[in-house]
């Protein structure tokens, strides 16, 4: 029951953002499958290693957030907002 509170909240994205990390800044382009006040879950174009902590921009959800990454199943990103 608790997982189904969880979905209720989550808003549907399938919108495209850009993912921000590293030093010097690098950037890579994604998909944003959903968006909670909490966090979001994403696609990224390939399984490559991403940092713990990385800022996440897009502007047709008008999000621009700092994320913590929560989970990872291949191409998939679970994010916190909040670091």
């Known amino acids: ?10 808003t549907a ?5 850009q993912i921000y990390f590293g030093q010097p800044r690098e950037r890579r382009g994604c998909l944003i499958w959903n968006l909670s006040s ?3 879950l994403i696609e990224v174009d390939s399984d490559a290693t991403y940092p713990e ?13 700092l994320c913590k990454v929560t989970s990872r199943e291949g191409r998939k990103i679970g994010l916190k907002f909040g670091i």
């Open 1 to 10: 029951m608790i997982d189904e509170a969880k979905d209720a909240l989550r």
């Open 13 to 17: 994205g399938l919108k495209t953002g």
């Open 38 to 40: 909490a966090g979001a």
């Open 53 to 65: 902590k990385l800022r996440l921009i897009s502007a047709a959800l008008c999000v621009d957030k």
